[in-house]
Structures are given as structure tokens and as C-alpha cells.
């Protein structure tokens, strides 16, 4: 396990503050939570972006556990809230990802326009190299102006290797010719950038079902991972991209891009609970380092102020950005 | 998903179109979805409240309640706050007249700045000004890359500076050399943040200090969930931009940012981002965006035209035909043409909740041609009873309408089919509804 800060708690602290005003005001009646109590709760989990419905169900259990003692007061609704929510997220989880066969490990990443997949791309090479794997990153975006130079010094900073591809070029043999040469070089990870697309647009989503056949074909069992990125800064949309692009290309994970104190990222507790990908990482800021393995129970605790990052504070050397 | 929310609230305002008088009760209750609407649409929380207390006001007053359609009148009372918010009528750009004017572009990472800067130099130019297009985001990798790459696409000149020049320099610069090089409009983009920082704001307010733009237009991504409010707060009152620019708009998001948006800074929403391309820009249109935002396809319109084309002594005349069931191929041609006098078939689907988003229908209208040249080929006798119609005289009735006797087959076994449905509707009870459904099929 590496040793890394986690900045987590930082991440979620103005959600935080935000859910944990409604809960005290939500209780300013009285030690048990009445109906507009609860109404007041419902209404500060949907200004964390957790949906209508999640938060309708979250007030439910809150409704159910009303009337036990230990559920009265700010720290019993908290509590309640942090282990229902660490349970849906506990519940899309899946196993750490199986070593591949024969090297190398296959990790696509897709999301729409603007979510910070590239950003994501080099913080996740890092991450390998770190670990002292080897990385190639697939310049497979090929139509955004200037994607391939993007990648280009985010592959530098993170000591990967780069296969590019021409502008306007074919993505899917960008991705072929990358695989090869990880094939030759017995690279272990080669993580495959896309352009970013809207999930409606059918014939972009095409080309990236396209991109993951010719991966498929090269080597048996590949891509292992396809990872959505999506911004923490989204609402319920964040659903339907997840959804869409789920079944165009099968996903096995989310980051959650872009957490950095202000952004809500409660949206992926209803991506838990009506989809059930599960979250991988987190990007928690802007330096190369910030992408952390998502736990449930942590984020849970993150988002309500339970648990070990109450303070907001972990032990471990702080880097500077 | 979007299916299931318009169908929801289709239900609501169902109950409510279904009577003739509704009391408080029943507008609570619609109202209650319309909320619940706003907020699957992402309109920050405390502004759907605010609204609908709002509309709640309007709607239980006489003006709703005294009306004969109270229900239709929710419905429309509804749109139009909606509309109103998001800025009534619109306020289109209007077109810098310093020369060089400058526009600055400011918003959060990713929300599309870089793209909007190269879409407005293409908007511009196409309306006769010659632009710079000013690359002052020297923190994201690439950006400065990604803007020259985009300005030689079009074909407008773009300008960056030494490297290691800070933006603010830079886009001094480039007014000087607009001024010197004959542009006329200076379009800066800015750098973007994760978030609304102290030190972004600071070097944004001291460009918009050293150029003095005539615009200054934020750019927000319109999948934005709840913190649209605070995104939004932050800029206006830092550098009370002139106007807002939705971005990608052309996915299934709901767009419910532009509501919080409005609510929050007043500003009126001059563009909409529609696409990667470099001519996917759109002027913004309140009341479609309402109309989205709200899920409910373009009902409003629809219900004003059905409302318009239809006849209501002849739709009385009608369900006591239906109820005696003497429904006649008249009859089924009177209808056709009331339907016809609402519009363009494809027109009509395309305002019906959920219609849109199932793709483009293709609906025959030749079809529906067709079938009046085989009824206008009868005699009214024929017409009156069908049943009398045998070999020779639909033979004669496709030669006359220049169909095949298949076509006259269909046309009489759907309308049987139809009658039979009728009768059925007939029997529930008096709805006072006339189900129109022309065979599409044909």
C-alpha cells in the first residue's frame, strides 16, 4: 500500500459543511427529526447532487431508524446517512482487477467532452510508474486540436512512453499500433486516451465500440479496464453518460475527476445505487499525485464527517503542489 | 429515464386537464412534480423552491382558477415563469462596436471556453468583422496549442505571445496588435480552474482591468449540477460578466444550470454550444430551454394548436356520433383534416414528450394524402356506408384516387379497426376526448 495523503477529506469539505448545516438545522426543533425535518435533510442531500430519488430513499431510512435512540441528534443522523451511503457505494464495488494473463494490462478511458480524461490519463501512468511498472499512453484522440500534445507532456511528467497518432487520424489503429508496441516492448500497462464525446452522439459512440474490438482482436481478454471519467461538478446527467456509455463499451469503473473542495460529487452515490459501477479513483486536484483509490467507507465518512477524517486531517507527508 | 419523467408529468397534468375545476389541493400536487422536475433537471435547490412558491401564488389566484381550461392554465402558467426566468424573449449578442473591441472568455476548466472563443471568431467573422483569437491560457498543457490550431482551421489569426509571458501581458499585447494589425474584434480566452480560486480571479480581474472588454461572456457547461450557483455567484460578482454561453447543449442533459444560472446573476444567456464543430453555435432560446428543462417536449405549443384547429361543436357532434356509433368515413375525414390544419405530421411528434428524444420519426405524410384521394373518391353514400362497398366499386374508387385496391383494403380495415377502438372509448364513459389516430401506416 503506498503511503499518500489523502486529500479526500479536503475534497468533500464544502459538501461536507453544507450537508452537515442542513442536518443541525434540520434538528434546530428538536433532538428527533420531524417530517419537515426530514424534508429539510432530503432537500440538502439533492444540493450535494445525490438525485431525487437517492435522497428520497436515504430520508426513508432515517424515517425507518427514527424513534431508536441511537438515531437522534446530529451524530445518530449522520451516522445513519454515512453507513446507508457507504453501503450503496460498498454494493457497486467490485474485485481489484484480475492480473492479465499475458502483459499488458489494457486500460481504456473514455467520458465526455471536458471531464478531464487526459489529466486523469497522466495521474493514472503515474500511479503504475510509481509502482515501478512500465507504461505506454495511445494518443487515441485524434480529433480534438491540439489533444496529442496535451497527452504528450502529461506522459513526460509522468514517465510513460507516448504512442501517438496523426490528426484526424483512425483512433482505433492508433490503439492497434500502441498495443503492438506494447505487445513488442513487454510493456505491463498501456492506457489508451479517447477523444472525449457527447454519450448521445451514436456514431462517435460507435467508433469507441470500434476502438475496443481492434483491442479485443490484438489480444485476447483486453481492454481489462474501461474506465468513464466523470466530473464531480456534474448533476443527474452524470447518470445517463454512465448508462450509456456502460452499454456501448462496458465499463468497469468511474473516476471521479475534478473533486477539489467545491464540486459536490455526490452524484455518484445514485450512479452506486441505480447502475452499480463502482468508483476506482479520485482526482482531488491538479498536481500530478492527486488521484486516490476511492473507498466507500472513507468517501461515505468524507461526505458526512464521520469516521477517520472527521478532522479533515490524515497522518503522511503532505506533498506541495 | 427522460421517458419516464415526461410521462410522469404528462400524469400530473393530466389530472389536472381532466378537470373542470381544480382546487388547491390538485395544483399542490402538480406542482410538487414540476419541483421534482427542476430538480432531476439540476436547478440548484433553493431556486426550485423559490419558483415554485412563485407559480403556486399565480396559479391558485382567479386568473387560473376562474378559467374555463384551469389545468391547460397551470400547465402554461408554469412555462411562462420558466420562461421569464430564463429571459423571456431573449437577448440576442449583439455585435461589438469599439474598434478593437475586446471579448473576454472566462469559465471553469473544461467547460469549453477554447471551443466557444474559436466558434464566436467563426460567428463574427461571418458577419464582416475580422477577429484575433488570443491565447492567454498558458496553464493546461496544450491550450495555447489547441486555440492556434482551431484559429488556423478557420483561418483568423491568433496570437500568444513570447513564451513564458503571463496572460495579462498577453492580452495587452494582442489589443495592440489588433489595434496595429487590423482585427477588430480581440476574443481572449482565459485559463480555466478546478474551481473558483482566489488567484484565478485575481489575474481575470486585472485582465478585464488592462483591456477593458466591451463583453464579457462566461461559459457554463450545462451538464453543471448544483454548484452552478456558486460557479455563477462567484463570477458576477468578481467580474460581473455581461452575458452567459451554455455549453453542450447537444447531449440529453436536462440543462437545469441555466435556470440557477439566471436565478442567481440576472444575465442574459446570449449563446448555446451545440456541438464540436466549429458552426455549432446557436443563439439561446428561453422558451425551448424551459420546455427541456422541464421535460415536457413542446407542450405548451401543441396544447395552443390543438386548441386552435379544433372545432369544439364539431368534436360535440362527433362523440355523439361515436356513442350511437354512426361514425362514417365523413366523419374519419373531418378529423384527418383537423389534424392536418395543427401542422407538418413530423412537426407535431417532435412536440410530443419523450417523441424527440426517440430520434427522428418518419412520418408519411404521402400516406395520409393517399388516403384522402381514396376517400375523395367515394360517394357520399359510399361514404356513409361503407359496407356497400364491393369489388367493382373499390376498383374503381383506386383507379380514381390512382391507388391499388390494397390500399382501399387497408384504408376500410383500419378504419373498422378504428370504429370498433371507438366504440370501446365510447362504452369507458363520456371523456369528452376524441382519439385521433390516422392510419400512419399505409
Not at chain 1, 92 to 103: G, L, Q, S
Not at chain 1, 239 to 262: H, M, P, Y
Not at chain 2, 270 to 276: C, I, L, N, R, T
Not at chain 2, 327 to 344: N, W, Y
Amino acid at each position: 500500500m503506498r503511503k499518500r495523503f489523502s486529500r479526500l477529506a479536503d475534497g468533500l469539505a464544502k459538501t461536507r459543511l453544507a450537508i452537515l448545516d442542513g442536518i443541525k438545522n434540520a434538528l434546530s426543533r428538536g433532538p428527533a427529526l420531524d417530517e419537515s425535518g426530514l424534508a429539510d435533510i432530503e432537500e440538502t442531500l439533492i444540493g450535494a447532487d445525490v438525485g431525487v430519488d437517492t435522497s428520497a430513499h436515504l430520508v426513508d431510512v432515517l424515517r425507518a431508524g427514527s424513534g431508536e435512540r441511537s438515531a437522534d441528534g446530529a451524530g445518530g443522523v449522520t451516522t445513519l446517512l454515512a453507513a446507508e451511503i457507504g453501503r450503496i457505494l460498498e454494493s457497486a464495488c467490485a474485485d481489484a482487477t484480475p492480473e492479465p494473463a499475458t502483459p499488458p494490462l489494457v486500460v481504456m478511458v473514455v467520458g465526455v467532452n471536458g471531464v478531464g480524461k487526459t489529466t486523469s490519463i497522466g495521474k493514472l501512468a503515474r500511479r503504475y510508474v510509481d509502482d515501478g511498472k512500465t507504461v505506454i499512453v495511445a494518443a487515441a484522440d485524434t480529433f480534438r486540436a491540439a489533444a496529442g500534445e496535451q497527452l504528450a507532456v502529461w506522459a513526460e511528467r509522468s514517465g510513460a512512453q507516448l504512442v501517438g497518432g496523426v490528426a484526424g487520424g483512425d483512433p482505433a489503429a492508433v490503439a492497434y499500433d500502441a498495443l503492438d508496441a506494447a505487445v513488442a516492448r513487454r510493456t505491463d500497462v498501456l492506457i489508451v486516451d479517447t477523444a472525449g464525446r457527447l454519450h448521445t452522439q451514436k456514431n462517435l459512440v460507435e467508433e469507441l465500440r470500434k476502438i475496443r474490438r481492434v483491442i479485443a482482436g490484438r489480444l485476447e481478454g483486453a481492454p481489462h479496464e474501461v474506465l468513464l471519467v466523470v466530473d464531480a461538478n456534474t448533476g443527474q446527467n452524470a447518470i445517463s453518460q454512465t448508462r450509456l456509455f456502460d452499454e456501448a463499451v462496458g465499463l468497469t469503473g468511474i473516476i471521479l475527476a475534478k473533486l477539489d473542495g467545491t464540486a459536490r460529487g455526490g452524484i455518484v452515490v445514485p450512479i452506486a445505487r441505480e447502475l452499480s459501477i463502482p468508483v476506482r479513483y479520485v482526482g482531488t486536484g491538479e498536481a500530478i499525485d492527486d488521484l486516490e483509490d476511492f473507498d466507500p467507507g472513507v468517501f461515505a465518512g468524507g461526505l458526512l464527517g464521520v469516521g477517520g477524517v472527521r478532522g479533515g486531517t490524515d497522518d503522511g507527508p503532505r506533498d506541495d503542489r | 429515464m427522460f421517458d419516464q419523467l415526461s410521462e410522469r408529468f404528462q400524469n400530473a397534468f393530466r389530472t389536472l386537464t381532466g378537470r373542470g375545476k381544480l382546487t388547491e389541493a390538485n395544483v399542490e400536487e402538480a406542482l410538487r412534480e414540476v419541483r421534482r422536475a427542476l430538480l432531476e433537471a439540476d436547478v440548484n435547490f433553493k431556486v426550485a423552491r423559490s419558483f415554485v412558491e412563485d407559480v403556486k401564488a399565480r396559479a391558485i389566484g382567479d386568473e387560473v382558477l376562474r378559467s374555463v381550461t384551469p389545468g391547460q392554465q397551470v400547465v402554461k402558467v408554469v412555462h411562462e415563469e420558466l420562461v421569464r426566468l430564463l429571459g423571456g424573449e431573449g437577448e440576442p449578442f449583439r455585435m461589438p462596436s469599439a474598434s478593437p473591441a475586446v471579448i473576454m472568455v472566462v469559465g471553469l476548466q473544461g467547460s469549453g471556453k477554447t471551443t466557444f472563443c474559436a466558434k464566436l471568431a467563426r460567428y463574427l467573422r461571418k458577419r464582416g468583422k475580422s477577429p484575433l483569437l488570443v491565447a492567454a491560457d498558458t496553464y493546461r498543457p496544450a491550450a495555447q496549442d489547441q486555440l492556434e490550431k482551431l484559429a488556423a482551421q478557420l483561418g483568423v489569426p491568433a496570437y500568444r505571445g513570447a513564451a513564458g509571458t503571463d496572460p495579462v501581458t498577453i492580452c495587452e499585447g494582442a489589443v495592440a496588435e489588433a489595434r496595429s494589425g487590423g482585427a477588430d474584434v480581440a476574443i481572449l480566452d482565459t485559463a480555466g480552474r478546478l474551481h473558483v480560486d482566489e488567484e484565478m480571479m485575481v489575474e481575470l480581474e486585472r485582465i478585464r482591468e488592462s483591456t477593458s472588454p466591451e463583453e464579457v461572456l462566461l461559459v457554463l457547461d450545462s451538464m453543471t449540477g448544483q454548484d452552478a450557483v456558486n460557479v455563477a455567484g462567484e463570477f458576477v460578482e468578481r467580474l460581473d460578466f455581461t452575458g452567459a454561453v451554455l455549453s453542450k447543449l447537444d447531449g440529453d442533459t436536462r440543462g437545469g444550470a441555466a435556470v440557477s444560472l439566471r436565478a442567481v446573476t440576472g444575465k442574459p444567456i446570449k449563446f448555446a454550444g451545440v456541438g464540436e464543430k466549429l458552426d455549432a453555435l446557436e443563439t439561446f432560446h428561453p422558451d425551448r430551454m424551459a420546455s427541456r428543462i422541464l421535460g415536457m417536449g413542446d407542450v405548451v405549443t401543441l396544447v395552443e394548436r390543438v386548441q386552435e384547429s379544433a372545432d369544439l361543436e364539431q368534436a360535440a357532434k362527433l362523440e355523439e356520433k361515436l356513442l350511437k356509433q354512426s361514425f362514417t368515413l365523413e366523419d374519419f375525414f373531418e378529423q384527418l383534416q383537423a389534424v392536418k390544419k395543427m401542422g407538418p405530421l413530423d412537426q407535431l411528434m417532435g412536440m410530443i414528450p419523450g417523441m424527440s428524444k426517440v430520434g427522428k420519426i418518419d412520418v408519411d405524410e404521402g400516406a395520409l394524402g393517399r388516403v384522402e384521394a381514396i376517400i375523395n373518391s367515394m360517394t357520399p353514400e359510399e361514404r356513409r356506408h361503407p359496407s356497400i362497398l364491393d369489388g367493382s366499386r373499390r376498383k374503381r374508387i383506386a383507379r380514381g384516387s390512382g391507388t391499388s385496391v390494397q390500399d382501399v383494403n387497408r384504408l376500410l380495415k383500419q378504419f373498422e379497426t378504428m370504429k370498433k377502438m371507438m366504440k370501446q372509448f365510447g362504452k369507458m364513459g363520456k371523456t369528452g376526448k376524441v382519439p385521433i389516430s390516422p392510419p400512419f401506416g399505409m
